[in-house]
């Protein structure tokens, strides 16, 4: 197949809640394929569930390149982009990262924050059941009251950043993730990361117990980790710690209203449902259209094809959670799916740190929402919802509601 046959990503897709059709021709064809990035650049996707598996767990695959001017670029976006990280110590440099990072996002600080969540998603339908009553019963925005401003809330007090700020990195994180930016994506991250310096300093002075302020803390024990590494980092957490779970509340939102008898199972029965109901939100939300970047580090068999040392390589965590070999009916939302192995968290040594804080903000959100508003309804279909092509998240940035 040549440049110009590799089908480009991201593929046509129906609506936000589907994925493109595409994937599963290709799952047919083989696990792996070729295809052409957004850049235009050559690229393996991994489109099934026991590959993607295999390279999230094989340290063969990284993030590194070990000819960095030579490798495949996805996009123009400032962040999973290319490269990243040095190749020679990739390994030994994500170990010291999770070390510092893990007692940050422990399960058991989440389960502390837990209630704290509670109380700011409570505030947040405040506001929107408020918006709701001021627009006379039209259509408000759950995006603009909800899905948006509660994980940014919780990012920015787990970080110890000021909530004050947060109308200056929603600009900040929108610029960084366009894919077809023209370079003010890097211009973004510049500014993001010199933002979190800045903050840095700040709790260098005054800590705080925050992620920030422990960060600042694990330098004094750790001379290689610099100034600029821990803005990076930090800018990193805030970015992903708001964008992806806004996504996931709003697709979670757009599956249980597009059939109000799954909204309606769950507001009859939280307690016995809302676990597997989160994990199918997972399993099924896709916002975004690329997949997880890796480059190989060597020749590797795999799939039935041999990806040389330097390849990239595209993980669709999406097409591998619709994998028929291993979910029945996987185009299907089944909240009562059991067991639910998805990947929606990546696997292995490259399993997200934030999923614990991910999990804990969506079963407060759908414990929530559907006791408070059981007749809430979606008010335009949701074939007329526009999704964000052009940004590394994907997503939506309007869920019309009412009841």
């Known amino acids: 197949m040549t440049t110009t046959e590799r089908p480009r990503l991201p593929f046509d897709r ?150 004050a700020d947060r109308a200056k990195f929603r600009d900040l994180s929108d610029r960084i993730g366009v894919l077809d930016s023209g370079g003010d994506a890097q211009v973004a991250m510049a500014e993001f990361t010199a933002y979190m310096a800045e903050l840095a300093a700040k709790k260098r002075a005054e800590p705080a117990p925050d992620v920030v302020s422990d960060l600042v803390a694990a330098q004094a024990d750790d001379p290689a980790f610099t100034d600029d590494e821990l803005a990076r980092l930090a ?18 939102v757009l599956f249980l209203l597009t059939e109000p008898a799954r909204r309606d199972a769950l507001a009859g029965d939280v307690e016995g449902r809302l676990h597997t109901t989160v994990e199918e939100i997972l399993r099924m939300s896709a916002p975004g259209g690329l997949g997880l970047l890796r480059y190989a580090h060597e020749d590797v068999e795999l799939g039935g094809v041999t990806i040389n040392r330097g390849d990239a390589v595209m993980i669709s965590t999406a097409s591998a959670n619709r994998d028929a070999s291993v979910f029945a009916d996987p185009d299907e939302f089944d909240a009562e799916r059991k067991p639910n192995s998805h990947i929606a968290f990546g696997y292995g040594g490259f399993f997200c740190i ?50």
């Not at 059709?21 to 696990?31: A, C, F, I, K």
């Not at 800018?235 to 979670?252: K, M, Q």
């Not at 997503?395 to 009412?402: H, M």
């Open 14 to 163: 129906p609506n936000v809640l589907e994925i493109a059709p595409l994937y599963q021709v290709l799952r047919r064809e083989g696990p792996i394929v070729r295809v052409t990035t957004p850049a235009g650049d050559p690229a393996w996707l991994v489109t099934r569930f026991e590959e993607a598996r295999a390279v999230f767990a094989d340290a063969r695959f990284g993030r590194s390149h070990p000819k960095p001017e030579e490798a495949s670029a996805v996009s123009d976006a400032a962040v999973l982009a290319g490269p990243q990280g040095s190749y020679e110590n990739e390994e030994a440099e994500h170990a010291r990262l999770r070390r510092l990072l893990v007692p940050s996002f422990s399960a058991n600080r989440m389960r502390k924050l837990g209630e704290h969540i509670q109380a700011l998603a409570d505030r947040c339908l405040d506001e929107l059941e408020a918006a709701h009553d001021a627009a006379g019963g039209t259509p408000v925005n759950l995006h603009e009251y909800l899905s948006f401003p509660l994980p940014v809330l919780v990012i920015c007090e787990l970080l110890g950043v000021p909530y």
């Open 235 to 252: 800018a990193g957490l805030l970015f992903a710690g708001h964008e992806t779970t806004s996504n996931r509340i709003d697709l979670g």
């Open 354 to 403: 934030g999923a614990s804080l991910a999990r804990t903000e969506l079963r407060v959100v759908f414990g929530t929402l559907f006791r408070r508003f059981p007749h809430m309804r979606l008010a335009v279909p949701v074939d007329e919802l526009d999704v964000r092509t052009n940004r590394l998240t994907g997503g939506v940035s309007s869920v019309p509601v009412t009841w």
